[in-house]
């Protein structure tokens, strides 16, 4: 348990490092885009603030240098190279002339925010009492983050079990994650990022709506999205991140809409003053600022990478004419640097940036073979004409995801498309239509989208989280119609928009929930404090006083995180029956042992233990977590095939404790397939059972094993893979 002067410095390291963040990326907007105010010139900040950490992250990892005080003092560096040597930029341009929406409507807002926040604090707490449970996160998101964290570097390739090759998934999220954990030795601030996401897509969708007077409507409209089940009970607390990919989409989209408005009323002056005519482009720092966010979203998830595609395609012909190629490099080269680093390593390791992408029409490319698989990928294309599917798989999905009125957030995001495409206010919304019915149309031949046995597709309410980024992005386009001009008309839209987000999301179930008194407690601190600052400010508060205001905030957080991280780290995985998420795992006792084990060398066999590997860290994170298999060609890494071998990898990995577990059965969960690896250790010698837990056991790891098996552990005829793959 770290005591209190360490948590100081842990809230010391994070504190600088945010402060050499923020005023370099506040000293960039302010340059590059002198005329930028308010909520736009806030989001262009938040964005160019990931984009330098991710960035600079990525520099010091490819060195293995990937050090807290490595990255604070670059951060220093970067803010200080870019008050001495940016300079100001001509016709920076401005922000679009929104309508102030009034304090009631604002409140109004705030309100909806408040209570999408509480629901979110609530799943939040859960993992605060129990450790992250949220299965992903325990599979692949926390430990790519451990290793970052314990290697220093960003370059390796973490392999977790031998099922899946997603060890070559972009990792801008786990890499945030990483420098948490760097910060503060711990990984608490982990349950708390992804509400750093909620609040920008909140901040992408008014600023959408903003130039046309809807950025209420737009935001309400978003909170029946971000408050649906799908997202309240796996992003919370847990390291998903679907949330962060859809928010730095929305929030391209949106500075695409403020540059393309400011031009608007640029342009109209221009007319009025000397009877110019001029056509509005997108181009120049602005376009930059786009691209980046839409970068750092395709370095996130593979899921965007559609919609990435079809906005940058939208970017480039509303280019100017005779300069798309400097249009192009306005947009792709911050893209790349948001997003090209992750694509860049897998080109070396594997021959190709998307490995899983094995063939181009005729043409096969490099990718990894396999020599198990989880379950049949299939996509939702595949049962597109099968009723039963639909009555037993699609419609109860679609029903737990977005609630009683799912039909109407699905039928209201195609109508927002055809309505902006047909008859969007202007060639933007026009193409931005097109960019998220594109989305949606991708969405149907998604890989994985109804994972499982043929007829059987159980992974279709899961993976309904891939449709999120389209769906935000068509949903806020839906209150931006002319036909929806004047008050009385926008203020009955954000009437309806608020009871179907009350009545599909049903957020009233968290009051019913004994975590409600800290969820409240959450909202109060973190919402209302703030909007009380906002309306004081707004009656002719000082800023000398908004920031002393939002300086005994900062204080009261920090004071008020030392008891809630003791808490979380005395709970953590010491009672993980709702933790492991997936039943038939019989890893609970196994979990709480290694809350107690520090800096040692733990083996894992058998993807159920890969499957779950994070728990095995340590509250630390000191413990080095190795899963057996064999290394292939192009990246692959595969269940090992024989006694022999396997021993052979234990005594290279010069363990101090081995796993062995089952092969997780994706299909059937409680009916685990037997893995050989425990056979595979009779008479070894130098290993002895330390306890069992159904069929895991833990092993204690003496010395090198005896390299020569006997007939009772031939070799494998079949890899383990789940029936039905």
Not at 306 to 331: C, E
Not at 341 to 359: F, H, Q, S
Not at 646 to 662: C, G, K, Q, W
Request: proline letters at 6%.
């Amino acid at each position: 348990m770290p005591s209190f002067g360490s948590y100081l410095l842990g809230a010391a390291q994070l504190a600088v490092l945010a402060a050499a963040t923020s005023y370099a990326a506040w000293l960039l907007r302010a340059r590059l885009l002198p005329g930028w105010r308010g909520a736009p010139a806030r989001l262009v900040e938040v964005t160019v603030a990931v984009g330098l950490v991710t960035a600079v992250s990525e520099v010091l990892g490819t060195f293995g240098l990937l050090y807290i005080g490595a990255l604070i003092l670059a951060l220093v560096a970067v803010a200080f190279a870019v008050r001495f040597l940016v300079p100001q930029a001509h016709g920076g341009g401005q922000t679009a002339r929104g309508v102030d929406p009034g304090v009631l409507a604002s409140l109004v807002a705030i309100a909806v925010i408040a209570i999408v926040t509480f629901d979110w604090a609530v799943t939040a707490k859960h993992a605060l009492d129990a450790g992250i449970f949220n299965f992903d996160s325990l599979w692949y998101h926390m430990p790519f983050s451990a290793d970052i964290f314990q290697s220093h570097s960003t370059t390796g390739m973490h392999h977790i079990e031998t099922v899946l090759d997603n060890w070559f998934y972009p990792q801008n999220s786990e890499l945030l994650h990483a420098v948490g954990i760097l910060a503060i030795g711990r990984d608490t601030l982990s349950l708390f990022i992804n509400f750093g996401w909620l609040a920008v897509v909140f901040l992408a969708a008014y600023c959408v709506g903003r130039p046309y007077g809807r950025g209420i409507a737009t935001t309400i409209v978003a909170a029946i999205l971000v408050g649906c089940h799908t997202l309240v009970v796996r992003e919370p607390g847990a390291a998903k991140n679907d949330l962060m990919a859809a928010a730095l989409l929305l929030a391209g989209i949106a500075i695409l809409i403020e540059a393309w408005n400011a031009q608007a009323g640029e342009f109209a002056e221009s007319r009025a003053m000397r009877g110019e005519v001029r056509t509005r482009v997108l181009y120049g720092w602005p376009l930059a600022a786009a691209g980046l966010a839409v970068g750092l979203a395709a370095g996130t998830k593979v899921t965007v990478l559609a919609m990435s595609g079809a906005l940058s395609l939208a970017v480039l012909v509303l280019a100017p004419s005779g300069r798309r190629r400097q249009a192009a490099g306005w947009w792709f080269v911050p893209a790349l640097i948001g997003g090209g680093y992750w694509y860049l390593r897998n080109l070396i390791v594997a021959g190709n940036p998307l490995p899983e992408v094995t063939k181009l029409g005729p043409i096969s490319l490099p990718h990894p073979e396999r020599l198990q698989e989880g379950r049949p990928n299939f996509d939702i294309v595949h049962y597109a004409t099968d009723t039963g599917i639909w009555r037993h798989y699609f419609g109860p999905g679609l029903h737990d995801a977005f609630g009683a009125l799912w039909p109407l957030v699905v039928l209201g995001a195609l109508a927002a498309c055809l309505l902006a495409i047909f008859a969007g206010r202007d060639k933007l919304i026009r193409w931005l239509g097109g960019v998220a019915l594109f989305g949606l149309l991708a969405y149907l031949f998604t890989p994985l989208g109804a994972a499982g046995a043929e007829g059987a597709p159980v992974g279709f309410a899961i993976n309904v989280r891939f449709v999120i980024p389209a769906l935000l992005a068509a949903l806020v386009l839906l209150p931006l119609p002319r036909f929806l001009d004047g008050e009385k008309r926008q203020w009955g839209l954000i009437a309806v928009l608020t009871v179907v987000y009350l009545i599909t999301d049903r957020p009233d179930d968290g009051l019913h929930d004994k975590a409600r008194l800290f969820a409240l407690a959450f909202v109060i601190v973190f919402v209302a404090v703030p909007t009380l600052i906002w309306l004081a400010r707004r009656d002719g508060l000082p800023m000398r006083l908004v920031v002393a205001s939002l300086a005994a905030l900062a204080v009261a957080t920090v004071a008020l995180g030392y008891p809630v991280q003791r808490h979380y780290l005395n709970h953590r995985f010491a009672n993980v029956s709702a933790a492991t998420s997936v039943p038939g795992m019989d890893l609970d006792d196994a979990y709480r042992w290694a809350r107690d084990v520090r800096d040692a060398r733990i083996g894992l066999a058998g993807s159920t233990a890969g499957f779950a590997s994070y728990g095995f860290y340590g509250p630390d994170l000191s413990n080095q977590v190795i899963y057996l298999g064999e290394p292939g060609p192009h990246g692959a890494f595969n269940a090992i095939p024989t006694c022999q071998g396997f021993r052979e990898a234990v005594n290279a990995a010069e363990l101090d404790y081995l796993v062995t577990s089952p092969f997780l059965n994706f299909i059937h969960t409680s009916k685990p397939i037997p893995s050989p690896e425990a056979r595979w250790l009779r008479g070894a010698g130098a290993v002895k059972p330390y306890f069992n837990e159904g069929p895991v056991t833990v092993w204690k790891v003496t010395g090198p094993l005896q390299s020569t098996c006997t007939q009772a552990n031939a070799p494998l005829r079949e890899i383990p893979q789940t029936p039905g793959s």
